[in-house]
């Protein structure tokens, strides 16, 4: 149809970006020849001999390359920098490395990272309007916390497993007593986990 992807339109419209290119090593390799250009070049020429300006933009790619050099990674590894490097340097032809300004090394998640995070949800849960609205205040106990965290945290996917269980053991039950309760009103609402796992909803 003659039209630019969409992410170089929006690029063309705000110059001043951040772009985002999330595991850059399952690329094809013709993506990383169209990224030497790039970072060479601070520009893009597309198919239609259109050129875009990333001069302005800052470009970010994300990677697990050398994320199993130490075998897996739980709460508490240590991240050794040089390894995650040398990793990424032996992947990507010399040409292109050399053209990476940095390669920033993040250190696995911390039980206590996860814990804060998963506070952050709950209350952020806490705050969204349909309970906000009806007055409902949420709770919750250290073993439906510590729940979360556990099974929230994976050595692989870090945190992403949070949100499935922050459904399975919050929002669900959560939404399954509202449908039974739409009327009430101004009560505190606490979610908790019974000697046997079980989530169970407190309402005063």
Not at 27 to 45: F, I, K, N, S
Not at 162 to 188: F, S, Y
Request: zero cysteines; a negative charge; aromatic letters at 8%.
């Amino acid at each position: 149809d003659g039209d630019a992807a969409a992410w170089i339109q929006k690029l063309r419209r705000q110059p001043f970006s951040v772009l985002l290119f999330d595991e850059i090593e399952k690329a094809a390799a013709e993506v990383y020849d169209v990224l030497l250009g790039l970072m060479d070049e601070g520009r893009l020429t597309d198919r239609f001999g259109r050129v875009t300006d990333f001069r302005s933009a800052i470009i970010i790619m994300t990677s697990n390359l050398g994320a199993t050099a130490k075998g897996a990674m739980g709460f508490g590894a240590e991240a050794a920098a040089p390894e995650f490097e040398g990793a990424v340097k032996n992947f990507f032809r010399p040409e292109f490395f050399n053209r990476l300004d940095a390669v920033v090394t993040f250190d696995p998640l911390t039980s206590m990272h996860v814990r804060e995070i998963a506070l952050k949800e709950l209350h952020d849960l806490s705050a969204r309007e349909g309970l906000s609205a009806a007055g409902l205040k949420l709770t919750w106990d250290d073993a439906l916390l510590e729940a979360l965290v556990r099974d929230g945290y994976d050595h692989r996917f870090g945190a992403r497993p949070l949100q499935r269980a922050l459904e399975r053991l919050v929002v669900t039950p959560l939404a399954k007593w509202r449908l039974g309760n739409a009327q009430a009103r101004d009560v505190t609402v606490k979610v908790h986990l019974d000697g046997h796992g079980v989530v169970e909803l407190e309402v005063t």
